[in-house]
């Protein structure tokens, strides 16, 4: 049950994206088509699953136990654009149009806020390895669906008839402060 409970809460009552505002960069930047914002979110689900395991080991087993924990952002940091470079690596390969479709936003990841929050947050929350896996897991895939819902409300909306002042960018953050305050509605579930 408690997993059920750090799942639930990482993808709708305490949405990155939706709840703690974090990610908001390629939530915006990418979420023009639902095939890129698909292929974003899964991009960061791996890199926010692999990012947050290496930075918990990295953090108990050498920042702790040496004593140099006040270094763990900046290796946080280093950790996190690595695994971007590889995850680059592995797209310019596997999926050149996906690799071309996500452009600059792919290799912004390593500045995502929301990859390094949930690193951070792991620690504060003392989360063990498992739960960390699972916390982290959960809100990359939160992530996801935020953009995935979100490409395809943008997607609509390209059909819609909206007033010239408020197509584009106004539009867009109406919809997402509209989600926003749709995904706190959940809030009292957990």
Same mark, same amino acid.
């Given at each position: 049950?408690?997993?059920?409970?750090?799942?639930?809460?990482?993808?709708?009552?305490?949405?990155?994206?939706?709840? #703690? @505002?974090?990610?908001? &960069?390629?939530?915006?930047?990418?979420?023009?088509?639902?095939?890129?914002?698909?292929?974003?979110?899964?991009?960061?689900? @791996?890199?926010?699953?692999?990012?947050?395991?290496?930075?918990?080991?990295?953090?108990?087993?050498?920042?702790?136990?040496?004593?140099?924990? @006040?270094? #763990?952002?900046?290796?946080?940091?280093?950790?996190?654009?690595?695994?971007?470079?590889?995850?680059?690596?592995?797209? =310019?390969?596997?999926?050149?149009? !996906?690799?071309? %479709?996500?452009?600059?936003? *792919?290799? *912004?990841?390593?500045?995502? &806020?929301?990859?390094?929050?949930?690193?951070?947050?792991?620690?504060?929350?003392?989360?063990? *390895?498992?739960?960390?896996?699972?916390? %982290?897991?959960?809100?990359?895939?939160?992530?996801?669906?935020?953009?995935?819902?979100?490409?395809?409300?943008?997607?609509? !909306?390209?059909?819609?008839?909206?007033?010239?002042? $408020? =197509?584009?960018?106004?539009?867009?953050?109406?919809?997402?402060?509209? *989600?926003?305050?749709?995904? $706190?509605?959940?809030?009292?579930?957990?």
């Amino acid at each position: 049950m408690e997993y059920f409970v750090i799942i639930i809460g990482a993808v709708f009552v305490n949405n990155i994206i939706f709840a #703690q @505002f974090l990610g908001i &960069c390629p939530f915006l930047g990418v979420s023009n088509k639902i095939s890129t914002a698909t292929g974003m979110g899964l991009a960061v689900v @791996f890199v926010i699953s692999l990012a947050t395991t290496v930075t918990y080991l990295v953090h108990h087993y050498i920042l702790v136990p040496y004593n140099i924990a @006040f270094m #763990q952002t900046v290796t946080f940091i280093l950790v996190i654009a690595a695994l971007v470079q590889l995850v680059e690596i592995i797209l =310019k390969k596997v999926a050149p149009p !996906l690799y071309q %479709a996500l452009g600059i936003f *792919l290799p *912004l990841i390593t500045t995502n &806020c929301a990859v390094l929050g949930v690193a951070i947050l792991v620690i504060q929350k003392e989360f063990n *390895l498992i739960q960390s896996v699972v916390f %982290a897991s959960a809100t990359a895939v939160g992530f996801t669906l935020a953009m995935i819902l979100f490409a395809g409300i943008r997607e609509h !909306l390209e059909l819609m008839d909206i007033p010239e002042g $408020m =197509k584009g960018i106004p539009i867009a953050l109406i919809t997402a402060g509209l *989600l926003s305050l749709a995904f $706190m509605g959940f809030a009292g579930l957990v």
